[in-house]
């Protein structure tokens, strides 16, 4: 099994500009895995593999059958599931794991937040007098909402949502990041916003909302991650690259 063949769950920025990174090393092997959930994805670096893989056994029978000789988690920090398969399956087929994962938002100065759980915590956690909710938490998690109906949403998403599964008092906005802060809060003013819902994904693409709220002083219902960030981790695109290239023998920078 050859440790410069390299795979990579992706689905966010990182691990598109992961791949792109190291694409040009000649001495590694990189597949982008893609789960199939974006209609239409950016477009990516290398080899592109669309779909999942059949949980941590599959996972391991693919490392194993394609020669895999590191695996790196760059999934989205709310991928729960994927990222507890890749664990598994990395030990599974006993290769090195990457953990690639942006560190969580903190508070700062002038931030109304309030922690949720998760999406139906957040739901419960709006109260009894309507509002209008900006809710920013993707379209896989609308159903503690929709038994909501009393509160009016803006809801965003690059895909189109599944009005069956969305409250029925909503606005629909089809976008695709990033958002800055002046944007978002004119889609706040233009909308009447009261308060927003948000997952602590982090990073910079998504944080113009927080920005946003915290310059209008609106409340935000912040869904914490559901596992805790790795110990063993790397934050940022160019720490993984170094831990990849370390794990392969390559030198730290091109040209040594």
Same mark, same amino acid.
């Given at each position: ?9 992706? !689905? ?11 694409a040009?090393e ?12 974006t209609?239409?994805p ?9 779909? !999942?893989f !059949?949980?941590?056994?599959g ?7 394609? !020669? ?7 999934t ?10 890749a +664990?598994h ?8 794991l990457?953990?690639l +994962?942006?560190?969580p ?8 937040w309030? #922690? ?14 309507? $509002?209008t909710? *900006? ?5 896989? +998690?609308?159903? &503690?909402?929709?038994?909501?109906p ?17 409250p ?10 990033? *958002? ?5 809060r004119?889609?706040?003013?233009e ?13 910079? =693409?998504?944080y ?10 609106? &409340?935000v219902?912040?869904?914490?991650r &559901? ?8 934050a940022?695109? #160019?720490?993984a ?5 370390h794990?392969?023998?390559? &030198? =730290? +920078? $091109?040209?040594?």
């Amino acid at each position: 099994m050859t440790p410069r063949r390299v795979l990579i769950l992706g !689905g966010t920025g990182e691990a598109r500009r992961l791949a792109e990174a190291l694409a040009g090393e000649s001495a590694l092997e990189i597949t982008l895995s893609l789960a199939g959930r974006t209609a239409q994805p950016r477009a990516q670096a290398g080899k592109v593999r669309v779909g !999942g893989f !059949g949980g941590a056994e599959g996972l391991a029978r693919c490392i194993r059958d394609e !020669g895999i000789g590191i695996l790196v988690d760059a999934t989205h920090p709310f991928a729960a599931r994927i990222s507890e398969n890749a +664990e598994h399956a990395a030990a599974q087929a006993a290769v090195p794991l990457v953990k690639l +994962e942006r560190p969580p938002w903190q508070a700062v100065e002038g931030d109304r937040w309030i #922690e949720a759980m998760d999406a139906t915590d957040a739901a419960r956690l709006l109260g009894e007098p309507p $509002r209008t909710v *900006f809710l920013a938490i993707g379209r896989q +998690e609308l159903a &503690p909402f929709a038994a909501l109906p009393r509160h009016r949403y803006i809801i965003r998403s690059v895909d189109p949502v599944d009005r069956a599964e969305a409250p029925a008092n909503a606005r629909f906005i089809l976008e695709r990041g990033p *958002f800055g802060e002046a944007a978002e809060r004119a889609l706040f003013a233009e909308n009447g916003v009261e308060i927003v819902v948000a997952k602590n994904s982090g990073g910079d =693409a998504t944080y113009g909302k927080i920005a946003a709220a915290r310059a209008l002083a609106l &409340p935000v219902i912040m869904v914490r991650r &559901p596992r805790p960030v790795a110990e063993d981790g790397v934050a940022t695109v #160019e720490e993984a690259v170094a831990r990849i290239r370390h794990l392969t023998g390559l &030198p =730290a +920078e $091109r040209g040594e």
